[in-house]
């Protein structure tokens, strides 16, 4: 937890309410200077808006997605493209550090998996409720029935707060009749317009979490032919905590040894 005699940068517009979407550390230059700024991402050259010092204490307090950002050393850079996309490190390379052994094949692969899918909703596996013949389902959406039930397949990111990230996972979520069809037929500019945001309720489990089955969430459309953002609503499950807060990248190295049944590497 940061110091409560520590200060940090924050601009208008953060100060007012608007998110955080790019913050960077540099070397304090003075007794009370944490050296961070906390900045809502739009262009501050010109001077026009006023900076504030804020107990960065009392900034983490209200804003627990920087928590952990908090205590991240000298030189952090991150940026995200909105409080509904995950923080990403701008000051480090791209790539994912370190290599892995993956007990599938036995090989030592180059680059750490950053992103792991489920195939198919929760519901598919379960073929006594739902036969597996009353199903329409592609890589992207899920119909059963007559449309008794849809689903929607997005990316939780998962920041990772000191390596390059977001960690992913591909799950599926239900959709109403009226949010299936919007999801499949809104036309959005670029990777970075996001439409919706579409309720429904996380309809996969994962590995080495307490249940996520009929976790709150919202999907967010997105244009360049990219599959839809998953938000999840902010409680303490540990997957919502992870999704808010951002993870490490020993956590990275956890989440692959176990989920590639390598947990020895």
């Known amino acids: 937890m940061p110091s409560n005699e520590e200060f940090a940068i924050v601009c208008d517009r953060v100060v007012e309410g608007e998110a955080v979407l790019y913050c960077t550390r540099d070397e304090p230059a003075e007794d009370g200077d ?3 700024q906390f900045l809502c991402g739009n262009d501050h050259s010109t001077g026009a808006e006023e900076a504030h010092l804020v107990r960065l204490s009392e900034l983490v307090e ?3 997605e920087l928590r952990d950002i908090a205590e991240l050393a000298v ?3 991150l940026e995200r493209g909105s409080d509904i996309h995950a923080w990403q490190r701008v000051d480090l390379e791209e790539s994912a550090e370190g290599s892995f052994s993956c007990a599938a094949c036995g090989e030592e692969h180059g680059e750490l998996p950053m992103d ?3 195939d198919h909703p929760a519901s598919y596996y379960d073929t006594e409720e739902f036969p597996t013949d009353r199903w329409k389902i592609d890589p992207d959406y899920a119909t ?3 449309g008794e039930h849809h689903f929607v397949r997005g990316v939780l990111e998962i920041p990772v707060l000191d390596g390059p990230g977001p960690f992913c996972y591909g799950i599926w979520v239900s959709a109403s009749d009226k949010s299936f069809r919007a999801i499949r037929t809104t036309e959005l500019p670029d990777e970075h317009t996001l439409g919706g945001p579409f309720f429904g309720w996380v309809q996969s489990e994962l590995p080495f979490y307490p249940s996520v089955l009929g976790l709150k969430a ?5 244009g360049g032919n990219l599959r839809p953002l998953i938000q999840l609503e902010p409680t303490g499950h540990p997957l919502a ?3 808010r807060c951002g993870i490490t990248m020993a956590r990275v190295h956890e989440l692959v040894a176990r989920m590639t049944g390598d947990e020895n590497d």
Request: without cysteine.
């Open 241 to 243: 905590v992870e999704h």
């Open 34 to 36: 944490s050296g961070w």
């Open 116 to 118: 792991f899918g489920i």
């Open 62 to 64: 209200a804003r627990d």
């Open 75 to 77: 030189g952090a850079v």
């Open 144 to 146: 059963y029935g007559e």
């Open 218 to 222: 919202h999907t967010w459309a997105r």
